[in-house]
């Protein structure tokens, strides 16, 4: 019942800025957190940035600290991820997850989430 839309990937050069959006929709009521994972060719997928959804306390990823934002709309349960000053060694597959029926407590993994969307690809070129 419940559906994760992502948006906003694409090419971009180095130093450029995108902006990822993920739309939840269906039974979303209880959601205590969303985040954004990503997953380079050959890497495991890491944790980049997630809120909570009530509080909207934010956790970062060391490797994009100043550079990456998270926010979220809560009346249009939307999340969004600002990325500015992008560079190659971000290039992955961005996924949008949610902690919706389970509480963990925790962010940093992708087994604290149990809803994931589709993926979109962010490039960062040279």
């Known amino acids: 019942q419940v559906q994760l839309v992502e948006s906003g990937g694409g090419l971009v050069q180095a130093g450029g800025s995108l902006r990822l959006s993920c739309a939840a929709s269906g039974r979303t009521t209880s959601t205590y957190a969303m985040g954004w994972f990503r997953q380079a060719p050959g890497k495991e997928r890491e944790s980049v940035a997630a809120?909570?959804?009530?509080?909207?306390?934010?956790y970062y990823g060391d490797s994009v600290k100043g550079r990456f934002t998270i926010s979220r709309d809560y009346a249009k349960r939307t999340m969004y991820l600002q990325m500015n000053s992008l560079k190659p060694e971000d290039t992955a597959v961005y996924y949008c997850?949610?902690?919706?029926?389970?509480?963990?407590?925790?962010?940093?993994?992708?087994?604290?989430?149990?809803?994931w969307g589709q993926g979109t690809q962010v490039t960062v070129s040279s």
């Open positions: 997850a949610a902690q919706i029926d389970i509480y963990s407590g925790r962010y940093y993994s992708t087994t604290d989430y149990d809803y």
């Open positions: 809120i909570s959804w009530s509080g909207g306390r934010t």
